[in-house]
């Protein structure tokens, strides 16, 4: 069974940056996807970056298009969301989770990891 592990959330003004990471354990990973979603304070879960693990195809949400960046280091079994340009908007408790290729069902939610910016 998957397991994920998110980490890297902190305090930052708006403007600045902020790489979270999301290590992955339990599996191979070769024909998943990984996806970084985010719930902020008084809304509901969305998507933000996804990225096939085999591949390396990224996808992202049109709010963070051009700022946000993921990765993946096959190596290490590690997803990466480098936040460049954040805005207090962005503040939200972020997760990773991840889905078999095959299925458009994502897997469990997972600890988050809590991104605040300040304006």
């Known amino acids: 069974q998957v397991q994920l592990v998110a980490s890297g959330g902190g305090l930052v003004q708006a403007g600045g940056s902020l790489r979270l990471s999301c290590a992955a354990s339990?599996?191979?990973?070769?024909?998943?996807?990984m996806g970084w979603f985010r719930q902020a304070p008084g809304k509901e879960r969305e998507f933000v970056a996804s990225?096939?693990?085999?591949?390396?195809?990224?996808s992202y949400a049109d709010s963070v298009k051009g700022r946000f960046t993921c990765s993946r280091d096959k190596a290490k079994n590690t997803m990466y969301l480098q936040m460049n340009s954040l805005k207090p908007e962005d503040t939200a408790l972020y997760y990773c989770?991840?889905?078999?290729?095959?299925?458009?069902?994502?897997?469990?939610w997972g600890q988050g990891t809590q991104v605040s910016v300040s304006s």
């Open positions: 339990g599996g191979t990973f070769s024909s998943y996807a």
């Open positions: 990225i096939n693990w085999s591949s390396g195809t990224t």
């Open positions: 989770r991840a889905r078999p290729m095959s299925t458009p069902i994502w897997g469990s």
